[in-house]
């Protein structure tokens, strides 16, 4: 999410949750036997918000996928708070796509960080980062209109994001700077924080460590 003033994003309830694609190809919102096994859930029925709250009206259900729509958007959260775990999702963005996802009140950046309209972004608001406070490996994501899968992985203070199989963040945010309220916050919702431009993420599952 790239926006002015969200350097700290103090503003605990400011996320937004994104929307779902019309891909007609998009699986089932359900999980697989193996995830089920190993103890995830699915967040997302893929025809309802239930279990949402916030901006439901900028959110809109679509052939199994949640899509944050062009115009629409704001800050969707659960309705339950999570402490410890690994949230898994697939997303897709349009052309200069800009969202986010919030962990313990804090954004972690989803972006078209390529579109020309990005060029100048510092790499701190690359796409995974830690916004305006851990910069992410660039290059992981695929080019816009494509399914990308990411992985968050939290465990006390320490993050890991992974997209497409590649690390791109990993880091103990007690020891960064401008993080330390965010360090001591141990359990919150998650959340989707949409701009005004289409994304689209399905497969929403997390498992609890």
Not at 37 to 46: H, K, Q, Y
């Amino acid at each position: 999410m790239l926006r002015i003033g969200l350097a700290t994003f103090a503003c605990f309830f400011t996320t937004t949750l994104v929307g779902v694609s019309q891909d007609r190809t998009a699986p089932p919102a359900t999980l697989s036997k193996a995830e089920a096994d190993e103890g995830f859930v699915s967040l997302f029925d893929g025809k309802t918000l239930k279990g949402w709250k916030g901006a439901v009206k900028g959110y809109v259900p679509e052939n199994e996928s949640l899509v944050c729509q062009k115009k629409g958007g704001g800050n969707l959260f659960t309705e339950a708070e999570f402490e410890d775990f690994i949230f898994r999702f697939d997303f897709k963005f349009q052309p200069a796509g800009n969202n986010g996802v919030s962990v313990r009140g804090h954004e972690i950046q989803i972006l078209d960080d390529y579109a020309p309209i990005h060029k100048n972004i510092k790499p701190c608001q690359y796409h995974g980062s830690i916004y305006c406070k851990v910069p992410a490996k660039r290059g992981s994501t695929k080019k816009a209109g494509e399914w990308n899968s990411q992985e968050i992985h939290v465990k006390g203070t320490q993050w890991k994001v992974t997209v497409n199989g590649v690390v791109i963040v990993d880091a103990d945010i007690s020891k960064v700077k401008g993080l330390e309220a965010v360090a001591k916050r141990t359990k919150a919702p998650l959340g989707f924080l949409g701009h005004g431009t289409r994304v689209e993420f399905r497969n929403l599952r997390i498992k609890k460590l």
